[in-house]
């Protein structure tokens, strides 16, 4: 192998890696602040596809769900759900 690909490819994976991490992270953070009122046992409770509650939340007829998310904010609060899913064996 070349050496300077060797070199790079750290570079590459953390460009990669580092995006989805945020994305993640971000997630949590709008979680934490937006759904851990009620929803106080965490992500793993949802056992709803990730369309239906991107459904719910785009709706607002649930009353405590009538805060205003972006949907780049949706996108990243699904994402943490589906991540805590993978994560968790007992689903």
Request: charged residues 20%; glycine residues 4%; proline residues 3%.
């Amino acid at each position: 192998m070349n050496r300077s690909f060797l070199l790079l490819l750290p570079v590459c994976i953390s460009m990669y890696i580092a995006p989805a991490h945020a994305e993640l992270s971000a997630g949590k953070t709008i979680f934490e602040e937006k759904c851990t009122r009620c929803h106080t046992v965490g992500p793993t409770q949802f056992t709803a596809e990730a369309g239906a509650i991107q459904d719910v939340l785009k709706m607002g007829k649930i009353r405590q769900h009538r805060f205003a998310l972006t949907e780049a904010q949706i996108s990243a609060l699904l994402d943490y759900i589906k991540s805590t899913r993978k994560n968790d064996v007992t689903q």
